[in-house]
């Protein structure tokens, strides 16, 4: 039913072969790999990672990916690339738009049938604002995914953590609100979402309900936590910068109902990919903490995934 993976950005230190032998060795049916330009300069956490160099694709590189995914009984679940398509530098924006659709051609090439990414933000205008921005812009992106038969699933993230993302965060797929508008300009049932339930927590609103309202549009799932801690939150409220009153956790270790998640996404049989993404700092120590966070979510979540 389900396909158990995690996000190849936490081995960002290994390569897409090793990646793939570990994927297979620990009992996982997918991951979702990253291709960030290979030589980009991102800093961000879990950011600039690229296990496939989408520039460089060529028939043996494919070739040679296709034969270890098959030796190790793994499928790729989704080509992961999550800049800022909205950047208001437009050399930047136009950059970032241009490497997604690379990255959706490499996908077709590969036969992986979802790109996953953020639509962007510009952190200082209205949503609004950034709603036309998008109007104006993410119809190429989607024309490209409708020529090449790929999904796109856009990550619920407001990229909204650090002092430099206020105050609008990065990304505007923030609520189901938005969702909407998204959905209306661009109606194409290959343009959906890669919910991530965590990003409900920090943000008040319900994880599960959106499993049922966007049943059409579950394109790819990631299963991260968040723990909210009330007593900060009493103190600094919900103007504060987020990481003052939440934190990122393993799945099962924070507030993400995760019986009624599972519930839902049977409920609306839902059959793609659930992808753990691993952002808890509590696991960053060295490589044998990293690595625990991988088995130990996928100990938490064989309770729901067979």
Same mark, same amino acid.
């Given at each position: ?7 190849? =950005? ?57 034969? $270890? ?13 999550? *800049?800022? %398509?909205?950047?208001?530098? %437009? !050399? ?11 990255? +959706? ?6 036969? +992986?049938?979802?790109? /996953? ?12 604002? $950034? ?8 119809? =190429? ?7 090449? $038969? ?7 993230? @407001? ?11 990065? !990304?505007?797929?923030?609520? %189901? ?48 936590? =968040? ?13 504060? $910068? *987020? ?7 393993? @799945? ?13 996404? /049977? ?5 793609? @990919? ?13 490589? /044998? ?6 088995? /130990?979510?996928? !100990? ?7």
């Amino acid at each position: 039913m389900l396909k158990l993976g995690f996000v190849s =950005a936490i081995l960002a230190d290994f390569g897409l072969e090793h990646v793939i032998q570990f994927a297979g060795n620990h009992g996982f049916s997918c991951i979702e790999v990253m291709c960030w330009p290979a030589d980009n300069s991102d800093s961000r956490r879990y950011a600039g990672v690229s296990h496939i160099d989408v520039h460089n694709l060529t028939d043996r590189k494919v070739a040679e990916i296709k034969y $270890n995914l098959k030796q190790a009984n793994i499928s790729i679940s989704a080509l992961g690339y999550y *800049p800022n %398509p909205l950047d208001p530098d %437009p !050399n930047r924006s136009e950059f970032f738009l241009e490497h997604i659709k690379q990255v +959706i051609r490499a996908a077709a090439k590969l036969g +992986i049938p979802v790109v /996953t990414t953020f639509i962007g933000r510009d952190q200082f205008k209205s949503i609004k604002e $950034n709603l036309a921005r998008f109007a104006d812009t993410w119809p =190429a992106v989607i024309k490209v995914a409708e020529e090449c $038969n790929i999904k796109i699933g856009i990550e619920n993230c @407001p990229m909204f953590f650090t002092e430099d993302e206020w105050p609008g965060g990065k !990304n505007l797929a923030i609520s %189901p609100a938005v969702w909407d508008r998204m959905f209306e300009i661009i109606p194409s049932p290959l343009f959906g979402l890669n919910y991530d339930p965590s990003h409900m927590i920090w943000q008040m609103m319900d994880e599960i309900k959106p499993i049922y309202a966007y049943k059409d549009r579950l394109h790819h799932i990631h299963l991260k936590d =968040a723990k909210l801690y009330r007593e900060k939150l009493d103190r600094v409220g919900i103007m504060a $910068n *987020p990481l003052e009153y939440h934190s990122p956790k393993l @799945p099962g270790l924070g507030d993400v109902n995760w019986r009624g998640f599972f519930a839902a996404l /049977t409920d609306v049989r839902y059959r793609g @990919p659930v992808v753990i993404e691993v952002e808890d700092k509590a696991y960053e120590g060295n490589v /044998t903490d990293v690595t625990t966070a991988i088995l /130990t979510s996928r !100990n938490y979540l064989k309770q729901f995934v067979l």
